[in-house]
């Protein structure tokens, strides 16, 4: 029995965890601006988390269908190229207009968990004004 071959293919289906976009913005990693959201959920021991995902593509509804065998919907994947793993780390701040927001800061990946220089140049996850909080 042959497998199906599944590169270059996926497949979207209704979200049924309790999962909520609370978070938008932009980190720049070693130069590259990737647009991020952040979604609260809970991992798998039930905690609560944020999981950021980086925007890879887009689809629009496909206004000129010639058949019904052509696609609902067209768009643009951008190649996504990891180059390993890199810490983050998150501070709780308010902007001068009294908004809270989210800076973040990524270096490169080391066992040392510290993190000792909250002053230095951070990216910002702007929080949505909304009731919700990250909890940390």
């Given amino acids: 029995m042959s497998q199906r071959d599944n590169t270059n293919s996926g497949i979207l289906y209704k979200n ?15 130069g590259d601006e990737q647009r991020i959201i952040g979604v609260s959920r809970k991992n798998k021991d039930g905690q609560p988390m ?7 593509g887009t ?8 058949s019904e065998k052509s696609p609902n919907a ?8 990891d180059k390993g793993a890199m810490t983050i780390s998150a501070w709780k701040e308010t902007s001068e207009a009294g ?3 989210t800076s973040l800061k990524v270096r490169e990946f080391s066992s ?3 993190y000792s220089d909250p002053n230095s140049e951070r990216n910002v996850l702007h929080k949505e ?3 919700d909080e990250i909890d940390w």
């Fill in 129 to 131: 004004e909304t009731e």
């Fill in 74 to 81: 067209k768009g643009v994947v951008n190649k996504v190229m």
């Fill in 50 to 56: 944020v999981e950021l995902y980086r925007a890879i």
């Fill in 16 to 30: 049924t965890d309790d999962w909520k976009i609370i978070q938008q913005g932009k980190l720049n990693i070693e």
């Fill in 99 to 101: 908004n809270p927001y």
């Fill in 59 to 66: 689809l629009k509804k496909n206004e000129d269908k010639q």
């Fill in 112 to 114: 040392d968990s510290s």
